[in-house]
């Protein structure tokens, strides 16, 4: 079965302090998303990786494809960016496939 | 920068009404879809829509949903008669011409309320 799966499923953290975000999942994948959600329910995309790394500004998604592995890193946290972080992958076909999310609280 | 829109933002019905979600999507992509989130738990996939036809649905996708392109810029997510299960936040999402390479971008999301 095409499975997902993140950690931790929640994290707070003090302003400053370097986030990581985990995400594994079953079976080879065509490509991974890195999402966004804040509290209204909007859904940003803030990666897409099919191998290697990212960089935007303070955000870097690395994903290992061996491992079936993909991490997403934030820099300096701040509480603007408390939000639920998901991960998503496309197991060859068009659709997404959804982790559970990871709530991220960053405490002034 | 192109966004995907969606209406109505919040949608109340009644058990056993007809709803009409509504999405416009990116101009100049080809593939569209819809997902689901039931409050608190992850984001479902519901259907795909390719060429004017489905290439895609889940089991939830039953014969209660149905999706249209009714004209060359709406994407529509009909449910016949809705359950109290339905309540949901729809989310519409379109995808650039060629699959690799391109992000699904999603539109803010449709909160649907059965009572």
């Known amino acids: 079965k095409n499975e997902v799966e993140q950690s931790p499923q929640n994290l707070t953290a003090q302003e400053g302090e370097f986030i990581t975000i985990n995400c594994s999942y079953s079976?080879?994948?065509?490509?991974l998303h890195w999402l966004q959600q804040h509290p209204g329910g909007g859904i940003v995309s803030l990666f897409m990786?099919?191998?290697g790394k990212k960089k935007h500004g303070r955000l870097i998604a690395t994903i290992n494809i061996q491992e079936k592995h993909s991490s997403l890193h934030i820099t300096a946290s701040h509480p603007r960016d408390s939000a639920v972080y998901i991960c998503a992958v496309r197991f060859g076909n068009e659709k997404l496939t959804f982790g559970t999310g990871t709530r991220l609280t960053i405490i002034p | 920068e192109p966004e995907v829109t969606q209406t109505p933002s919040h949608q109340v019905t009644q058990m056993g009404q007809e709803v009409i979600l509504r999405c416009v999507p990116i101009?100049?992509?080809?593939?569209f879809y819809w997902y689901r989130q039931i409050l608190g738990q992850k984001v479902e996939f519901l259907v795909s829509?390719?060429?004017?036809?489905?290439?895609?649905k889940s089991e939830i996708f039953d014969d209660q949903f149905s999706v249209e392109r009714p004209d060359g810029s709406n994407f529509t997510l009909k449910i016949r008669s809705t359950k109290l299960e339905d309540s949901a936040m729809y989310f519409c999402?379109?995808?650039?011409?060629?699959?690799?390479?391109?992000?699904?971008?999603f539109g803010p999301g449709t909160r649907l309320t059965v009572t």
């Open positions: 990786l099919s191998s």
């Open positions: 101009s100049n992509h080809l593939y």
């Open positions: 999402a379109s995808l650039g011409p060629g699959l690799a390479g391109v992000e699904q971008y």
């Open positions: 829509f390719y060429n004017n036809e489905i290439s895609e």
């Open positions: 079976v080879g994948i065509s490509a």
